[in-house]
Nanobody, 114 residues
Framework: QVQLVESGGGLVQPGGSLRLSCAAS?????LAWYRQAPGKEREFVAS?????????YYSDSVKGRFSISRDNAKNTAHLQMVNLKIEDTGVYFC?????????WGQGTQVTVSD
C-alpha cells in the first residue's frame, strides 16, 4: 500500500502564502488535493496527472492562486498557495493513485485568519 505524509499547514493572515507537501512511498500516477472546511463536505481543490507531462486541474475557487509542482525523483508534490483567503481555511488532504494503489494523507490544517 502506498503511504503518504503531508506537511506544510499552518496559520496565516489573509493574503499570505503556504506550501503544502505530499510525499509518497512509491511512484505517483495521479495526485489530488481536497479540503474540508468547517461545516462543509470535502471538496476538490486541484489535481495532477503525472503521465501526461503534469496536466493540472484546479477548482474555480483556487484557480490562479494555487499551483501544483512535482519532484518525480522524490515522489513528492507541492501545493503552492498564494493570496490565501479566509474561505481557504480547512483541513487539506492529499490523495494519490500509484498504479492502482490508492491512499489518503493524514490531512494538514490550513487556517487563514486575522
Amino acid at each position: 500500500q502506498v503511504q503518504l505524509v503531508e506537511s506544510g499547514g499552518g496559520l496565516v493572515q489573509p493574503g499570505g502564502s503556504l506550501r503544502l507537501s505530499c510525499a509518497a512511498s512509491s511512484n505517483i500516477f495521479y495526485l489530488a488535493w481536497y479540503r474540508q472546511a468547517p461545516g462543509k463536505e470535502r471538496e476538490f481543490v486541484a489535481s495532477m496527472n503525472w503521465s501526461g507531462g503534469g496536466i493540472t486541474y484546479y477548482s474555480d475557487s483556487v484557480k490562479g492562486r494555487f499551483s501544483i509542482s512535482r519532484d518525480n525523483a522524490k515522489n513528492t508534490a507541492h501545493l503552492q498557495m498564494v493570496n490565501l483567503k479566509i474561505e481557504d481555511t480547512g483541513v487539506y488532504f492529499c490523495y494519490v493513485n500509484s498504479a492502482g494503489r490508492q491512499a489518503w494523507g493524514q490531512g494538514t490544517q490550513v487556517t487563514v485568519s486575522d
